[in-house]
């Protein structure tokens, strides 16, 4: 099996720092690849569950955008339906009516959403979450969970990071995933102070396993947190609509009072949306809260293509399957090679590990064997399955993990 | 702690510490300190206190203290020890008097030695050996400042239980130097200079050019990971946290 090179990458990227700060900058800076030469910076195009780097390199893309590609590159509906609006209006002086079908639309699906108000990024809307909770509970504090990822506004940043200030992140509480008791203890302390608790369905931050939630977990946060007068804020960025059309509250059976949605929502047009219950539609309303781009047509009319499509094409049950047979064959083929992978996380999204170092060093030299082999693997973040991905693409793959456990295993200093 | 208290541990433990690699690395040095038989502890009111040992051309530094001294120069507060290092006041010797010419003529010769390599000019940085000395003293007061950021500075202290437990190993190639962190997960570290065993991340500098440009900073480091020419792997929140401690380094020592 050919291995890829990236001459025009590394062209392009030293081109790029001369232009860019950090040449490409943010989550898809290169510097967690490792190592780094083995994975491509740009692309060229892409289609389906493919892209082609600026190489030529073909990969079966298992980042997705990291999120936002949940039917596929260049979806014929979903391109036609935002190709369709943007000829007729996309930018514009007034909204759209497109912005109420999409609401509706919301509505209609997702057990929680009693009104759904729109912006372009995650952030945008987990931003307009907690300034809803404080809004409604008068309140300052917001519980989060210690590695919990809910985008990069001051708040949401780890101490120490440049630009953030130590009064940035006063009224942010960090506990544990998982643990009851640190949530009752911070309770105990702070209740009064309380707006609200925020995290991610289940728990999935980068460079560590994920986990999902106990049994009874989020029933408990719900019961705790309304009993002291917070709200319950659902971060549903990055698994939203990948594990339930009616919000990822649904599979784990608990009902928040808001859920921030954005990635898979439209397919890679760029669209997030907070969604909430009836109680708060006031406050909601009287949080100010905007963006120049916050209303462009195009998207809500992809997002109502995007999620008819995973409807019709029962999107979560078929990325679950899609998952399934993939980790299934990579755990296998590493048990054949000596070595011992773990999946977690949800198998639409899986983060996969090889445990048979502590260090992770094992599984980023086995990523990046199967990157440079067109299976475009990163080591430190789940991945994620679409609805394009086939069984021929998941077998396709399953070789290349294969030539990538032996190339692994030749190299020196990778024995399991 | 205030901004001159976490000076004071950066200019004590992290930077003077640096004469008990200077040394090894510079033969000057260790002419300097051949014939030296002689123990120097620097004591701030309040408690933060080290020693260096001269003795058999070697140097030793220790903190906290345990060993007696012959010579004991003591500062009244962090904001004291710092106008030392900046050469606007003196230390109140409270023993030692007798060694008040060593203190005066001969201890001098070495902190100048030091000096001189941690303030690289154009020139200077034309010469190879002297890059090598500058690039490992750097790195050298990194990890070394990196131990007591976590201590006391407001946002290492912040950073330090946010990081798994496990030791980083920054290494220039390829020969050196070579340097380590071990985090102990609960908000602490340690630091010392060489190889360290199954490290649980690696930060490899492809050269001494390299590593003296990020240290100096000339060097875009996101770049030059992208480019290679710095190569991590390994545990990398480790690294990334620690890219963020040492940046708290300038804000204390410039």
Not at chain 1, 131 to 145: D, Q
Not at chain 1, 166 to 182: G, S, T, Y
Not at chain 1, 219 to 248: C, M, P, T, W, Y
Not at chain 2, 65 to 80: I, K
Request: glycine share 8%; net charge negative; hydrophobic share 40%.
């Amino acid at each position: 099996m050919k291995t890829y090179t990236y001459e025009n990458s590394t062209a392009l990227f030293k081109r790029a720092v001369k232009v860019i700060p950090c040449g490409v900058y943010g989550h898809f800076s290169p510097a967690p690849y490792v190592p780094v030469e083995a994975y491509p910076f740009f692309s060229d195009r892409a289609r389906g569950a493919r892209f082609w780097d600026v190489d030529g390199n073909e990969f079966i893309d298992y980042m997705c955008a990291y999120g936002p590609m949940v039917l596929g590159y260049a979806h014929p509906e979903v391109d036609a339906a935002f190709l369709k609006q943007h000829a007729e209006s996309d930018a514009n002086s007034v909204a759209s009516p497109r912005m109420v079908e999409l609401a509706e639309l919301l509505v209609d699906r997702i057990p929680t959403a009693d009104w759904a108000f729109f912006a372009r990024n995650g952030a945008d809307v987990t931003n307009m979450a907690v300034m809803v909770a404080r809004s409604a509970t008068g309140r300052k504090k917001i519980i989060a969970i210690k590695g919990g990822y809910h985008g990069t506004t001051p708040w949401m940043q780890a101490p120490g990071h440049h630009g953030i200030l130590e009064e940035d992140l006063q009224h942010v509480i960090r506990i544990p995933w998982n643990d009851i008791k640190a949530l009752e203890t911070v309770i105990a302390e702070h209740g009064p102070d309380i707006a609200g608790f925020i995290a991610t369905p289940y728990h999935h931050p980068v460079f560590a396993d994920n986990e999902l939630p106990a049994e009874g977990y989020w029933q408990k946060v719900v019961e705790l947190l309304h009993k002291n007068g917070s709200l319950v804020i659902v971060d549903d960025v990055r698994a939203g609509f990948r594990l339930h059309l009616g919000g990822s509250c649904e599979r784990y059976g608990f009902k928040p009072d808001l859920i921030a949605f954005s990635k898979a929502i439209a397919n890679g047009y760029a669209l997030s949306s907070l969604v909430g219950v009836e109680s708060l539609r006031v406050d909601a309303a009287k949080v100010f809260h905007t963006g120049s781009f916050w209303f462009c047509a195009g998207s809500f009319a992809a997002a109502m293509a995007c999620l008819k499509e995973l409807q019709r094409l029962d999107g979560a049950n078929l990325m679950e399957s899609l998952g399934k047979q993939l980790t299934d064959g990579i755990v296998s083929l590493a048990s054949s090679h000596g070595y011992t992978m773990k999946v977690s996380g949800e198998l639409a999204m899986p983060y996969m590990r090889i445990t048979d170092d502590n260090n992770v060093m094992l599984q980023q030299a086995w990523c990046s064997e199967c990157t440079k082999r067109g299976a475009f693997f990163t080591s430190h973040h789940n991945w994620f399955l679409s609805t394009a991905h086939t069984e021929a693409d998941i077998n396709h793959t399953l070789d290349i993990c294969d030539e990538a456990f032996k190339a692994l295993k030749n190299s020196s200093g990778a024995q399991p | 702690m205030s901004y001159d208290t976490v000076k004071a541990h950066l200019n004590l433990n992290a930077l003077l510490r640096n004469l008990e690699n200077l040394y090894t690395l510079d033969q000057e040095t260790a002419s300097l300190i051949q014939s030296w038989d002689m123990a120097v502890r620097f004591t701030v009111l309040g408690g933060l206190s080290a020693r260096l040992g001269f003795q058999n051309g070697t140097c030793t530094y220790q903190s906290p203290v345990q060993d007696p001294a012959d010579v004991v120069l003591c500062f009244l507060s962090g904001r004291h020890l710092n106008a030392m290092f900046e050469e606007r006041s003196n230390p109140i010797p409270l023993k030692g008097f007798k060694h008040l010419g060593f203190l005066k003529n001969e201890f001098p010769k070495v902190t100048k030695r030091l000096e001189y390599f941690l303030k690289p000019t154009p020139a200077l940085l034309e010469d190879e050996a002297y890059v090598r000395v500058n690039t490992a003293l750097s790195l050298y007061i990194a990890v070394y400042s990196v131990c007591e950021l976590l201590r006391v500075d407001p946002v290492g202290r912040q950073i330090g239980p946010q990081m798994p437990a496990g030791t980083l190993q920054l290494s220039v190639l390829p020969d050196g130097p070579h340097a380590y962190i071990r985090y102990d997960g609960r908000g602490g570290a340690t630091a010392g200079i060489g190889v360290a065993e199954t490290p649980s991340a690696v930060l490899t500098f492809e050269s001494c050019q390299t590593a003296n440009a990020l240290f100096n900073g000339k060097l875009d480091g996101f770049g030059a990971i992208a480019l290679g020419n710095i190569k991590m792997r390994g545990l990398i929140p480790l690294v990334e946290n620690t890219n963020v401690i040492f940046d708290r380094i300038p804000v204390y020592l410039q």
